[in-house]
């Protein structure tokens, strides 16, 4: 429609002088370009604001479909760029309103960018996370409503008492187990960070999720690191384990607000 | 452990896990909670959206169209 357009913000990379991937294309399709300054490039592409102004943001934010295909742009200009060298990926939908916004970023926050990819060099993330299976007996949803305490109702309240009693049980025992996978795992890493637990409605399974964790991992200990995961799954229990990521969940500017 | 994991997680290990197969939870995990926030006036506009309002709406919406 006009000229409404802005400057969307992928990563931040050490500036080697190599070029943009050949055809590397990020959001909404559009392509890749380089923005270099104080050492730094910053891998950006012109959007427009009709989809990625604030407003209608807030409302396309909320499409799943918009939302998925906005991610995977995002995640593949952060992977092409991550492989090249290390980078610091930004958050989803980081938009300036032009190319001398990011300009001035890179100069007055060229130290904390430094400081961020010397962090993540050599390194890359992994996701683990660790399920656990509520007791199924415990796990009959109760029921609503319900008529006055008679003799079946009585006994169905004590039913329900006991079953809350070993749900919590099976919940503590699987807590501890998080507690323990993530301290091993934490020990390998150079950093850890655990995300919250994911709704079972999106990740779409119905087992508790005790653990979500993300680890920094210098890359010769990669191999420790998945040496690691297998024998604690060895040990029971179901762990997933994803990755390797661009250090999405280590990415941070010193005085920047904490995640 | 399914054979569909071990693959999984051996692909994963040499690096070599098709972006396709990420899962986007997994991946808004990361988008919405990691990533540099970079604060301040030149910032247009930014995700400031929770996972939760996210999946709730999104949700029902997709609720809705099936």
């Given amino acids: 429609m006009t000229a409404d357009a802005g400057t969307y913000l992928y990563a931040v990379a050490g500036d080697s002088g190599t070029p943009v991937p050949e055809g590397l294309t990020g959001v909404a399709g559009t392509p890749v370009r380089a923005v270099r300054a104080s050492g730094l490039v910053a891998y950006v592409s012109t959007v427009s604001l009709d989809e990625f102004g604030e407003e209608p943001l807030s409302r396309s934010m909320e499409d799943l479909d918009w939302l998925d295909a906005t991610a995977r742009a995002h995640h593949h200009v952060v992977e092409a760029v991550a492989a090249e060298s290390p980078a610091v990926p930004v958050r989803l ?17 060229g130290d904390d960018f430094g400081e961020a990819l010397s962090r993540v060099a050599g390194r890359r993330e992994w996701g683990v996370k660790v399920y656990a299976e509520p007791d199924d007996q415990a796990a009959e949803p109760a029921e609503q409503g319900g008529g006055a305490a008679t003799g079946p109702g009585a006994a169905y309240l004590k039913r329900r008492q006991a079953g809350l009693r070993s749900r919590e049980e099976a919940w503590r025992r699987a807590a501890a187990r998080a507690e323990r996978v993530h301290d091993v ?40 690191f998945a040496r690691a995961v297998d024998d604690l799954r060895a040990q029971g229990g179901e762990l997933e384990l994803t990755g390797p990521w661009a250090p999405y969940s280590f990415a941070t500017l010193d005085e920047g607000v904490a995640p | 452990m399914s054979f569909e994991q071990s693959r999984g997680d051996l692909l994963a290990r040499e690096g070599r896990l098709p972006s396709e197969r990420v899962a986007l939870v997994d991946l808004l995990d990361r988008l919405l909670a990691g990533g540099v926030v970079v604060s301040g006036d030149l910032v247009l506009s930014i995700a400031d959206i929770d996972l939760v309002r996210i999946s709730i709406h999104a949700l029902i919406t997709s609720i809705r169209d099936d």
Avoid: F
């Fill in chain 1, 185 to 224: 795992l934490a020990s390998i890493a150079v950093a850890s960070r655990r995300h919250r637990a994911q709704d079972p409605q999106l990740s779409g399974r119905k087992e508790w999720m005790v653990l979500n964790g993300a680890y920094l991992v210098d890359d010769d200990r990669a191999e420790e």
């Fill in chain 1, 93 to 109: 939908v980081t938009v300036y309103s032009g190319d001398e916004q990011v300009l001035a970023l890179l100069e007055e926050r």
